[in-house]
């Protein structure tokens, strides 16, 4: 049995090639004989027409879906002439670990390629070609070499050409997770004057957090501002008399003594759970948030506006029989 030997391996990974199209085999050492040899014996498997795979990172798909997508990528851009493209929007924000709210169909693949560059496949239905400058310092590499955008510049991508909700969703995972700062977002802004869609991903960008916990929160707060709701506070420790904490609601309006949960049902093991939780302190039942009181903001028309959102559950909202909060730390 031919087997890739341990020292081509390393070769390899250096240079990038767990992934690679013939040519690449070819250059890296591998001759035509040994690469039909090589595939015979399993060592590496074609992953896509012209692109091939080493067998022990193949293995590592069934522990990881990423590293499985990171090869599709891989091998997208390897039979392509794609050289000088960079893995990016909805494809980036997966290999990164982002959320997302909406995915691109069919597991096509994003690439940002410089203005007037040739693609090649550009046409390909699995390929979704972008032209926009990219600064070096916009790129990192992630999985055996394969250029990625970062963390920012993929939230501001996304935010510049998806709706305001998609944008926000991917821009607090990438706050939430580190992979992004808050000054490091508006530093991609900065570089990315009069390109479309600038507006609406400064507006993102303005509005995005690193508190909201998951993607139905995220969606919630953009729900709450098209409500013209104030902007809530988020997880902050709701403590009783004792000062032990009893609960840390996703949202919270102290001038109203208002809290807000987005997940229901989905944070409870059970209704007794759920139970146990509400009804840890006296409230009185559920009731819609009052409308603001700014001149010209719309009041909300239901008490749930997350009702038809993802198709999650409504948000559970307990009005508190107290005073307004001051600090929203007690009850």
Excluded at 290 to 307: E, F, Q
Aim: proline share 8%; glycine share 8%; charged share 20%.
């Amino acid at each position: 049995m031919v087997r890739l030997a341990a020292q081509w391996y390393q070769q390899f990974a250096l240079n990038g090639l767990l992934v690679a199209n013939s040519a690449d085999w070819h250059a890296a050492g591998v001759s035509k004989k040994q690469l039909e040899a090589l595939v015979a014996a399993g060592e590496l498997v074609r992953v896509r027409r012209g692109a091939y795979a080493t067998a022990a990172l193949l293995a590592q798909t069934t522990i990881d879906p990423g590293v499985a997508y990171a090869v599709r990528v891989a091998a997208v851009r390897a039979t392509g002439k794609n050289d000088h493209s960079v893995v990016s929007h909805h494809s980036a924000a997966r290999m990164l670990g982002l959320s997302l709210l909406h995915d691109l169909p069919g597991e096509k693949v994003s690439l940002i390629v410089p203005p007037g560059a040739r693609t090649g496949r550009s046409g390909a239905g699995d390929l979704v070609i972008h032209e926009a400058a990219l600064p070096r310092k916009h790129v990192t590499d992630l999985f055996f070499g394969v250029p990625v955008t970062t963390g920012a510049r993929t939230v501001i991508d996304i935010a510049r050409t998806r709706p305001f909700m998609e944008g926000v969703v991917v821009a607090d995972s990438a706050l939430r997770s580190r992979l992004a700062t808050p000054a490091a977002l508006r530093k991609v802004l900065a570089s990315c004057v009069r390109w479309p869609g600038l507006e609406r991903a400064t507006q993102v960008a303005g509005f995005a957090t690193n508190l909201s916990e998951s993607v139905l929160e995220s969606c919630a707060r953009v729900v709450f501002r098209d409500h013209g709701l104030p902007p809530p506070q988020l997880q902050v420790p709701i403590r009783g008399k004792d000062m032990r904490t009893i609960a840390v609601p996703d949202f919270c309006w102290p001038e109203y003594g208002t809290l807000a949960d987005a997940d229901g049902m989905l944070k409870y093991e059970g209704k007794k759970d759920m139970a146990r939780h509400l009804n840890r302190e006296p409230r009185r039942p559920l009731a819609p948030i009052p409308a603001p009181a700014r001149p010209g903001a719309r009041s909300p028309r239901y008490p749930h506006p997350l009702a038809n959102v993802g198709g999650g559950a409504p948000p559970q909202l307990s009005h508190l029989p107290h005073q307004p909060l001051r600090s929203c730390d007690r009850l």
